[in-house]
Structure formats: structure tokens, C-alpha cells
């Protein structure tokens, strides 16, 4: 699948969701599948709205005709299917083998935007939220659950299934699960694995040495290039994940810290030029999509002074103070 | 503390008490016009592309509501909802571009004023289901007409054809698809009525 799907892929797909929940009978709401393929992408429920509207659209063909059909329907059927059987065999096999394989295992792409941040509950009942600027594939296949962390950081709470392991791949490192809940995420100096329900399993694949597990309330760094495990408080984990309720925590770390994770998720980028102001300490509980509160909260507290404009927020030491 | 799953996932599956009611008046009030307002969003300026982007999410909208009760016309509604969307779509653009005022400009003249044709609903929407149906390829349009214009379940139409169930879905699928497109391409009004005074049903004219 491509990274990120135009109007008319997404016209299609919902084409074939709304054609199947129609034929079948199923109601869309209790379709745990299409509510997954739904949750993938926000654009998805207004392309099926229109899909199934198409539907509406051609049944009032009948509601406006009314009666007196029957009689048609008989010679509207005749001729055709004999041309139906005639040419169309071999092509009606091929789709029919193409939509079988279709539905079982195709995998799905999720993508959050810079700032976005998204729940998406899976088709097996585990539930994803995706932090900004992520890329995931999600394959739910007879014997594995297979997700591919391709960028970003993903929360995941897993449904409880032991004959299909949860594995989590993020370049060469593998989180094994199977019922829990942790996050990953890749970053430039590694994999960041945090849990915070039950054991995960953690190795690197294509190197030997005891497979790490990892419990509630623990976090580690894989395949690290600086530091190889770090410890972490189950306080610092839940403060960590903040952003899973678009949140971030901050509780004594370094405002240089605090301004890189609110440009993890703005466009608008706060800037701190001078050290020492960098290194100032800070408490506070703002929302990822407020960088300006941030800022203001700095000049107050700090003394800080704030200079912005459309693309940047910097903050240096007001002179004055 | 971790949030429960029920609480997480209470926030993105809503059920929605309206689906069968909303999905009906989309495809009754908004659909219709969806021609009219690409042609119109073309008119304007708008890449072909921006134009796909712009109507999908006024579905999205739409698939938001929870209630389109307050909505009095389905067109006027379309054109007013594709409009804000592209002049959101201008102002957060990175690159304000130089023409991005005309852009604007061009906007604000919103062509949702049904002509006197258009009104006449009826037996001219029952001519553009017929020409959709009529438009598909062989296969797909058989099972359109025994499925859609005559009713039969999808396990009624592969019984009738000899056919497995999954056949007739395969082609619905692919029908449907086609049908999207057809509707996003050809609005109500290119279908003048041809036989007028005739409420005849629709099938083909060779099988009459």
C-alpha cells in the first residue's frame, strides 16, 4: 500500500466495503473489520458514507418505479444469462480468488499527521493510539499479529489471544506480547519500548543473547547507539505516554526536553537559543497542539521573554529580569 | 493509571442512532448534486485533485452529524459546506500564494440555485439510476438490475444466475466502484428526458 492514499483509493475501498456489508446483510456498525479499515484514516468515513448513499440512490430507481417489475424481471434476465455463463467464467474465477485473498490478508497502513494524534481499535479487539508523525502496518493474519513500526510511536494495548502472538517490529528489534499493554517508538537513538500492563518479550533480530522481558511499570532502549538500557519509573512512563490523551507532562525535565517534544508535534517550532535558559527546569501539564501556552507559562513563571511569528516561538532571557 | 479500553474505545466507535436515515438522505439530497458541485469547484480554480479532497471530506462532515434534520436543502448545504472547505483548504496552505484572494473571490459566488429542470425530481432520477445501471459492463449490470431495481437479496440474485454468492459480490464491488465514478462525473441535468409521459420501468430498451 502507499504511504498515503489519494481520494479516489480511498473512493474504491470504500466501494468494496459498502458492496460487502450490503450483500452480506451485515450492519456496519457490529463490523469489527470495516470499523478498523474505518479508524485507519479519518477521510474513510465520508467516502463510505458516499459509497452506501450511492446504494440509497439506486434503490429509490425502485422506489420511484413501483410496481409492475415482476413481469419484467424475467425478460430483463433472459438474454444475459446466457452471456453471463457464456463469457464470463474465467474472469468471474479470477475475482472470485482475488476477493477471497483480498479480505484475509491484506495488511493495513495507519498514518497519524504531524500533530495528530489517533485511537484506532483493531480487528482482533486490541487497540492502537498512534502519536504524531507515525507510520504503522498492521497484519492480522490465522497464526501472527504482525505490526511494522515504520516511524513515530505507537501505544498498544493488546487483546488477550495465545494461539497469535502480538509482535511489534521497529527495525531490527521485536516486542513479543500477548496480553498487555506498552509502547514503542523509534527515534534516532533507538527503540524506546515502555509497558504498562502485564510482560512483553523483547529481542533483536539476527543477534543472539537471552531474549529481555520487560514488566509493567519498566521501559528499556533497544539497539541504542548511546545508551544501551535505561531505567524507568512507572511515573515517568505514565507521564511519558501523556500523549496518548494529547497531553504532555512535564515534571522537572529541562525546557530544551519540553520544547523538542512540542516540536515533535507543531509545525510552529519553539526555539531557545541559550543554553542556560535550556537547561532551566520546568512543571506543567499542557495540551501537544498548544506550544504558545507553553511559551506563556515560561515567560511567567521563568521570566522568560517570547518573541513569535508564524513559523517560530523563541524564547530568550528577558534582559529586564 | 491506564485508561480502560472501554473508555478508549467508547471515544472512536460511536453508534449512530440515524446511519439508515442519514445514509438515505445523502443519497437522496446530496449525491444528486455532486456533479454540479465538482463542475463548480473547477470552475473556480481548484485542481483536480483539490477538488477529490474538498468533496470527500464534505462527506466527512456529513458522516459526523449526527442529525442532517436541520439541513433544508441537500444542495445549498453541499455547495456552502465545499465552499468553507476550500477556503480553509487556501488559508492553511504553507505557500500563500499570490492569487489566493481571486481564489477566494471566485468561491464566495456559490452556484446552488436549483434551475426550473432541476426540480422536476422524480421520473428524471429515476433516468439517471436507469443510465448508471445502463452504463455498467454486461455482468455487472445484470446483477445491478435483479439487486437494485428489482430487490432481490444477494443470495436471490446468485441463485437466479447459477452463480456463487461470491461472484455477485465481486461484481458489486466492481459495479459500485464504477458507479461512483459515473456519479462524480455526469451531473443530473445530462440526462434530458427523452420519453416524457412514460413512467415505464427501467430495464433496457432491447429487453422491453
Redesign the interface.
Known sequence: MTAFQSAKEIDDEAADWAARIDGRGLEAERDPRLQAWLAGDPRRAGAFLRAQAAISFLDRGRALAGADETAALDAAERPSRRALFAGAGGACAAALVGGATFWATRSQRLDTRLGEIRRVPLADGSLVAINTRTALDVALKARTRQITLRRGEAWFQVAKDAERPFVVSAGRVRVRAVGTAFSVRRGDDGVDVMVTEGVVETWIEGQDGPRRRVAAGNGVVLASTATPVMAKSPAEIERSLAWRNGEIALDGESLGDAASQFNRYNSRQIVIDDPRLAQERFVGLFRTNEPESFAAAVAATIGAKIEEDEHVIRLSRDRLS | ???S?QR??G???Q??QS?AE???F???Q???HEADVRAWLRRTGSLA?DV??I??????????LETVSHIASGRAYFFRTARNIAIERIRRA?IVRIDCVTEIDALNVVDDEPSPERVVA??R??RR??A??EGLP??C??I???R????L??REVAT??????????????????L???A?SETSAQDHPSADKGH?R????K???
Open positions: 493509571m491506564v485508561p479500553p478508549l474505545v471515544i472512536e466507535v453508534v449512530k446511519r442519514i445514509v438515505a445523502v443519497g437522496s446530496i449525491l444528486p485533485a477529490d479532497d468533496v470527500q471530506e464534505t462527506y466527512c462532515r456529513l458522516a459526523a504553507r422524480g421520473r432520477e429515476l439510476v436507469q448508471l445501471i454486461e455482468r449490470r445484470q445491478f438490475t435483479l437494485r431495481i428489482h430487490g437479496s444477494q437466479r444466475l447459477g452463480v456463487t454468492e461470491n461472484v455477485v459480490e465481486a461484481q458489486a464491488m466492481r459495479g459500485l466502484r458507479i461512483l465514478r456519479l413512467d420501468v427501467p430495464v433496457r432491447r429487453d422491453r
